[in-house]
């Protein structure tokens, strides 16, 4: 069983910054590819950002491109999300998930993640 827990949330003003974390537990996070999804209120689940399972390679919605970034420290368990200039528009509940192939680049689709964490909120005032 692996667990994904997820932090850094919080509130900020339009144009500031925030940075996710999200701590997995286990042996071998180092093999699966990890991505970032959010849902605000009333929407579907959308795709953020996914890094594959050696951080060699990284995906982005357009939505996003040129404003977050995506790494991973493997040594850590851990994968990031750097936020900048951030958008009302971004507020929503930001989740964690692991990619359920092992050695994959990642994925745009949530069915192809396993393991979810809780989500953390992120709300930008205008």
């Known amino acids: 069983q692996v667990q994904l827990v997820e932090s850094g949330g919080g509130l900020v003003q339009a144009g500031g910054s925030l940075r996710l974390s999200c701590a997995a537990s286990?042996?071998?996070?180092?093999?699966?590819?990890m991505g970032w999804f959010r849902q605000a209120p009333g929407k579907e689940r959308e795709f953020v950002a996914s890094?594959?399972?050696?951080?060699?390679?990284?995906s982005y919605a357009d939505s996003v491109k040129g404003r977050f970034t995506i790494s991973r420290d493997n040594a850590k368990n851990t994968v990031y999300l750097q936020m900048n200039s951030l958008k009302p528009e971004d507020t929503a509940v930001y989740y964690c998930?692991?990619?359920?192939?092992?050695?994959?680049?990642?994925?745009?689709?949530?069915?192809?993640?396993?393991?979810w964490g809780q989500g953390t909120q992120v709300t930008v005032s205008s």
């Open positions: 998930a692991r990619e359920r192939r092992p050695f994959f680049s990642g994925s745009y689709y949530p069915y192809e993640y396993d393991y």
């Open positions: 286990g042996r071998t996070f180092s093999r699966y590819a």
């Open positions: 890094i594959s399972w050696s951080g060699g390679s990284t």
